[in-house]
C-alpha cells in the first residue's frame, strides 16, 4: 500500500504556485520584446489566439491529468500506455535541461542585486556612465572571443548560482506545503515592485514614446507567419504547460478537484503581468531613448532577451533622477524582481522532476531533491566560464524553441489521436464533471487539430530555418555539443528511464 500522497494546504496555494511556475523571467524579458518584434499592439490578437486555442487547453489537459493520475507526468502518461511513459520524462527533462541555465541567469541577479546593495553604501554606481554594457560583458559574463574558447571561471557567478540552488532546494524540500506558503511572498512581492517599476517609468518624460512604440499596432505583422510562431511560442515558455509541471502541481489536489476555472485563472494572471512587465520596460526605455545624448531611438535600443534585463535596465536607472542612492534603490528593486519571479518557475520544474522520479522509484524525498539540486548546481558551473553565454543561447535555443515545442506536438498527437477516442472522451467527462465552466467542442478541437498543426508548421519554418542558416553564427561542434547532442540525449534519458522498473510502477492510485 502506498503511502498517502500530500497535498496543497488550500486551492489558492496550489494556484498560487501555478501561477508563479508561470510568471518568470519569461514575462519581463521575452514577453514585451517578443511583441515589440512582431507587431507591437497587433501582436495581443495571435497572442490570445494562441492562449485560447492552445495554452489553456492544454492546461486543462495538464491539470486534469496529474490530479486524475495523482501522478507526475510519467506516471500520468504510463496510465493513459504504457508506451507513453518516456513522453512524460522527456517533458520534464527538457524542464529540468532549461532550469539549469535559466539558474545561471538568476545567478546574474543575484551579483547585481549585490551591486546595487554596494553602490547605496558607496555612493558610486557598479558601472561607470554609459558603460552598463560593457560591464555586463567584461565583468560579469567575463565573455570570452567566441563559443570554443573556454575562458576564465567567473567565481561571482558561481557563488550567484550556489545561492539560486540552495533556494530551490531550501522551498522545495519540504514537500509542497512549503512551497504553497513561500509562493505567497514569491508572487506577489514581484508583482509590488513591477507596479513600482511601471510607475515610476511612467512618470518619466518620454515614457509616452515608449509606450506607443511598444503599443501602436502594426497590422500588417499578422499576415506572416512568424507572427503566429512567435505568439505560439511565447504561449508555451510563459504558461509553463508542456513541461510536464502542471501535471505533477495538480497532482497534489484531490480527485475531484476544479480544473477549468483554475486553468484560466492561471493564465489570466500570468497575461497580466506580462502586460504589465511591457509597460514598466518601455516606458523606461522611451526615456532612456531620450535622455541619452545623442538621443537614441528605441529600436537601437532594444537589445535582444537578457541585453534587455541586464544591459539597458542598469543604464536606464544610471540616468535616472534623484541621485545614486534612488538609483541603486530602484536598480535593486528590479534584480530582485527578477530574482523572485524565477525562483519560483525554477523550483517548479525541480519540483516536478523529483514529483515523477519519487512516483516510480520511491526515493527518499529529500535526498532526491538534494541530489537534483547539487546535480543542477555542478552542471550550472559549465555556464560560469566565459563562453558560458555562448553555450547558454544555443542551449535556450535547443530546449526551449526546438524541444519544447516539439514534445508539446507530440503530447497533442498522442491525447488527441493515438490513446483513442473512447480515452480521450473520458478524460473530458471527467475534466467536466468536476469544472464549473466546461471543456467542450472547442477544446477538444484544439487539442486535436488546432495546437497540433500550429505546432508542426512552427517547427517546420524553425528547422528550415536552422539547417539552412544555422543559428547565430555558431559554429556545427558549438551548435552539436551545446545543444543538438543535450537535447537528444534527454530523449534518450527519458527512453531509459520509461524501460526500468520502478517499485511505484504499479500503483493503483
Ligand atoms: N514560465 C517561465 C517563465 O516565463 C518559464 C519557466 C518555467 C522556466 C519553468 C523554468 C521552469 O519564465
Redesign the pocket.
Known sequence: MAEARERWASRPAFIMAAVG???????VW?FPGTAFNNGGGAFFIPFFVALLTAGIPLMIVEYGLGSRFQGGAPKAYRKLGRGFEWIGWWAVLI?LG??IY?CVILAWSWQYCWECVRSMFTGELAWEPGRAGTYYEQTILNASADSGTLGAFNVGAAVGLFLTWAVVWWCIAKGVLRVGKIVMITVPLPLVLLVILALRGLTLDGAMDGLAYYLTPNWEALTEAKTWVAAYGQVF????VG?G?LIAYSSYRPKDSDVVNNAFITSFANCGFSFLAGFAVFSTLGYLAMSLSPPETIDALKTSSFGLAFTSYPTAIEVFPGGVRVQALLGFGFFLMLLTL?ID??F??VEATATSVHDKFRVHRGKLVFGLCAGGFLLGLVFCFGSGIYWLDVNDRFLAEYSLPLVALVQTVVLGWLIGSKKLKAIQDDINRRSELKAGFFWLWSIRLVTPAVLSYSLYVVFKDLIAEGYGGFSTPTLLLAGAIPAGLLIVVGIALSMVKGAGDDDED
Request: net charge positive.
Open positions: 511556475s508561470a510568471i518568470g523571467l519569461g514575462n521575452r524542464g532549461i532550469s535559466y515558455f510563459s504558461l509553463s513541461w509541471i524565477g518557475s525554477a517548479s520544474i
